[in-house]
Nanobody, 126 residues
């Protein structure tokens, strides 16, 4: 049983940087496509970024492109999201997710991901 645990979320000021971590346990996810999403109460979960199993292929939503960087360390079974120049509108609950099928590429839809963490809260004050 795969478990994903996010960490690193906290209250920061606009313009600050933050790095979120997503630690996987139960199974190795070195051959699994992974991604980050966020959600604000009352809104749908929003795709942010995804990364291939090798880390060589990434995809970003326009809203975070150039400010957020996704990466992974397969030796540690951990994925990261480095967030720079944070804005108040980045305030949300941030989730990491993974595809269960090995070597299957996922798009930007949350339904394409099978494993989810519980989320970590990021709050950006103006």
């Amino acid at each position: 049983q795969v478990q994903l645990v996010e960490s690193g979320g906290r209250l920061v000021q606009a313009g600050d940087s933050l790095r979120l971590s997503c630690a996987a346990s139960g199974e190795s996810l070195i051959n699994n496509f992974m991604g980050w999403f966020r959600q604000v109460p009352g809104k749908e979960r929003e795709f942010l970024a995804s990364i291939s199993w090798s880390g060589r292929s990434t995809d970003y939503a326009d809203s975070v492109k150039g400010r957020f960087t996704i990466s992974r360390n397969n030796l540690e079974n951990t994925m990261y999201l480095k967030m720079d120049n944070l804005r108040p509108e980045d305030t949300a609950l941030y989730f990491c997710a993974a595809v269960s099928e090995l070597w299957r590429v996922a798009g930007r839809g949350q339904s394409e991901y099978d494993y989810w963490g519980q989320g970590t809260q990021v709050t950006v004050s103006s």
